[in-house]
């Protein structure tokens, strides 16, 4: 059984700031058919929301008072946006389902003006989109760079020159202080510089929340998601798991969450290999992408660790430590990112892998 607060069947998500939000696509990018979930035998409790798990009758009571009982239980219920710390105004979006992706379409007319608060990845995809769209953007970002929590510098960077190039205006080190009604249904911005502007739409970005409560309530260990281990399954409760966004997976004594699309994958398979009893798989390294301005940016692994950076051309840098690769940030290059992906953790020769004209994969 999966039980969903939406009324939807289960769709991709980061279509909604893409080729939906412009209308390209009528329809989400649906997980899979409705022939294939019937054959799968798998029961849908759409727009009836669990609201409380009993541990020791192992139920989940969802939102119309029935119950469903489990023998194994998945928490995949992944974060809520993060709202804008000012009193609520009805021009004000958030970008998370496809409800909230039709909302903003209905108002992106041609001509508009669109203020986007949040330089992440879903602030910079829904600017770049509005962008192509015909409106004009404009992207503000309290910190002194884009894309401060999962990408390097310079590939920031990168991006932050593409959307330059196509118009999106980028204010660093700005915060939104205040909305206030205008006229013809705009609203007024107010910043921190003391700067106003008036648009007719505002989009925010800044981040989630994960979704705990259940897990909370059920007593299950909490610590900025529900904690897991490797095998994504509670200390609390060995029935229990949590995957995707809103799993907290204890590494070397502290939990971490990730949220991108292949953690989402990767973790829901080992939880279920662990349900099934099967044997572990190795897990991929985490990687994530990002389209934006005609552009497609692609990061594996972990950058940060990395005691040096090996510049290939100019769109792939390669991270290494101790000769390792333990990272690689690639634009608009897959081929040398799918190489990348199957490097990691070896030995590179820094002179073949910096340059462009020779294969990556020969440089290990």
Request: proline content about 5%; glycine content about 10%; overall charge negative.
């Amino acid at each position: 059984m999966l039980i969903g607060e939406e009324e939807h069947a289960p769709y991709e998500r980061p279509n909604l700031s893409k080729g939906f939000l412009c209308g390209e696509e009528a329809e989400p990018v649906w997980l899979t058919s409705k022939e294939r979930w019937k054959a799968l035998e798998i029961v849908f409790q759409t727009a009836n929301p669990a609201v409380a798990i009993d541990r020791a009758k192992g139920e989940v009571q969802l939102s119309d008072g029935s119950v469903a009982p489990f023998d194994a239980l998945i928490l995949a219920t992944g974060g809520r946006v993060r709202p804008l710390p000012l009193p609520h105004h009805p021009a004000v979006h958030y970008l998370r389902t496809t409800d909230d992706a039709r909302a903003i379409a209905a108002k992106a007319k041609t001509g508009a003006r669109a203020l986007v608060v949040g330089g992440g990845v879903i602030g910079l995809e829904a600017a770049s989109t509005l962008k192509g769209m015909g409106l004009s953007a404009v992207v503000i970002e309290t910190n002194d760079r884009l894309l401060g929590r999962n990408i390097p510098a310079e590939a920031a960077q990168w991006l932050a020159d593409a959307h330059a190039r196509i118009g999106v205006e980028v204010r660093l080190g700005r915060a939104l202080v205040g909305l206030s009604d205008a006229n013809d249904g705009a609203v007024t911005a107010s910043f921190d510089d003391g700067i106003t502007q008036e648009f007719d739409l505002v989009i925010a970005g800044i981040g989630i929340i994960p979704n705990t409560g259940l897990a909370e309530g059920a007593g299950l260990s909490v610590d900025g998601g529900i904690v897991v281990s490797d095998d994504y399954r509670s200390p609390d409760d060995a029935r229990i798991f949590a995957i995707g966004d809103v799993a907290a997976r204890l590494t070397e004594g502290s939990a971490r969450r990730m949220e991108t699309w292949a953690h989402a994958q990767s973790s829901a398979r080992k939880a279920a290999l662990a349900i099934l009893e099967q044997p572990a798989e190795v897990e991929p390294t985490p990687w994530f992408w990002t389209d934006q301005c005609g552009h497609s940016l692609q990061i594996l692994g972990d950058p940060a660790s990395a005691d040096s950076v090996i510049a290939r051309g100019d769109g792939v840098r390669l991270y290494v430590r101790e000769g390792a690769l333990v990272g690689a940030v690639c634009l608009d290059m897959p081929r040398d990112f799918a190489a990348a992906r199957r490097l990691v953790g070896k030995v590179l020769n820094p002179e073949l892998a910096a340059d462009p004209a020779i294969d990556l994969r020969k440089s290990a």
